[in-house]
């Protein structure tokens, strides 16, 4: 079971870098949900796979930069930021040697922690960050120093801070993730899934049949979501079947991981699913949050905790609401109070 859940994560992980890169954002988050899984699953980081736990975490919090109502720390001071150069100082403690795509990512890193403070107009957070971020070292200095009286200016638009964009960053780590995908480029999975299609003509079937045909976006994505699924069980069952020789443990895992697959994206379809069964996303008309709702929100707060956004949304009695509207709501809660 240790060594599939090996193969998995370096799986997990290698979708994860690709579809951050193509800027997927419905599937990185299915292979988020999954590569956490994963992570959580892990009673220990093995040693070969330090770099592909800190990359996945790194690219988790880069993703979620923006909403600092999101919490990655038992800190809450920690901003998803500045939880990410924490994953990034363990990564490149990694490298064989520092080039200047490390030096550049963790500056811009640095940067944006700041930058998203002030666009969000709390200048008393940016400038106790930025206490956290710097040592007394001299090379940090002159950052630190032009950083600090960017926060004085109390202006998110300074040519600084628009010169070392957010967009910026997002393209030194795709950068990053190139490289290290050429580094990992033979994942076992993805070998034994080339065999696979090649010997079964998968294909030549899907290619047979991709003829024009009147499908709806919902049908479109639960048929992907059912391939996926049964390709998953096909894929595990002949790779481990040469691989382990315990039974129960090859069974086992295949349907663990069948189901995590499975699981996770039926969970993000809840989450945008109304309680009477219609679409939400057919449905998004915006429209004010009553009283009741508020309540329900803090009470689900309260029970679940900031950032539990779907098990409040699940467990609560909310008006045709996304996990994402219950964020962005409890971040304008927290402004008033």
Avoid at 102 to 110: F, G, S, Y
Avoid at 127 to 140: I, Q
């Amino acid at each position: 079971e240790a060594v599939a859940a090996e193969w998995m994560l370096e799986f997990a992980c290698s979708c994860l870098c690709r579809h951050f890169a193509e800027q997927s954002g419905a599937e990185f988050r299915r292979w988020r949900d999954v590569a956490q899984a994963l992570i959580n699953g892990l009673s220990e980081i093995p040693l070969h796979q330090k770099k592909t736990v800190y990359l996945c975490q790194l690219l988790i919090r880069i993703a979620q930069g923006k909403s600092l109502g999101l919490q990655f720390e038992n800190d809450q001071r920690i901003s998803p930021l500045e939880s990410a150069l924490s994953f990034w100082t363990l990564l490149e403690r990694e490298e064989i040697k520092l080039e200047k795509l490390h030096e550049d990512i963790r500056r811009l890193i640095q940067i944006q922690i700041v930058a998203v403070y002030m666009e969000n107009r709390y200048f008393k957070e940016a400038a106790e960050v930025l206490e956290r971020l710097f040592t007394d070292s001299e090379s940090d200095k002159p950052l630190r120093v032009k950083l600090a009286t960017v926060i004085k200016t109390k202006d998110p638009y300074v040519p600084l801070l628009q010169s070392f964009s957010y967009s910026l960053l997002i393209s030194k780590i795709k950068s990053y993730i190139e490289l290290f995908m050429k580094e990992n480029e033979t994942t076992f999975l993805i070998q034994e899934a080339t065999k696979q299609v090649a010997s079964k003509g998968l294909g030549e079937t899907a290619l047979q049949n991709n003829r024009p045909v009147e499908v709806n976006e919902n049908e479109k994505s639960n048929l992907q979501t059912k391939q996926r699924f049964v390709l998953s069980i096909i894929l595990l069952r002949d790779v481990l079947g040469q691989s382990l020789a315990v039974n129960f443990a090859k069974s086992f895992t295949i349907f663990w991981f069948a189901c995590l697959v499975y699981g996770t994206h039926r969970l993000n379809n809840m989450q945008n699913v109304g309680k009477d069964g219609v679409s939400l996303a057919c449905n998004r008309r915006r429209q004010r949050w009553t009283c009741k709702e508020d309540l329900e929100l803090k009470l689900g707060v309260k029970e679940f905790g900031v950032g539990n956004w779907a098990k409040i949304l699940l467990h609560g009695n909310f008006n045709n609401r996304t996990s994402v509207m219950l964020k962005d709501r409890w971040r304008t809660l927290s402004k008033i109070k």
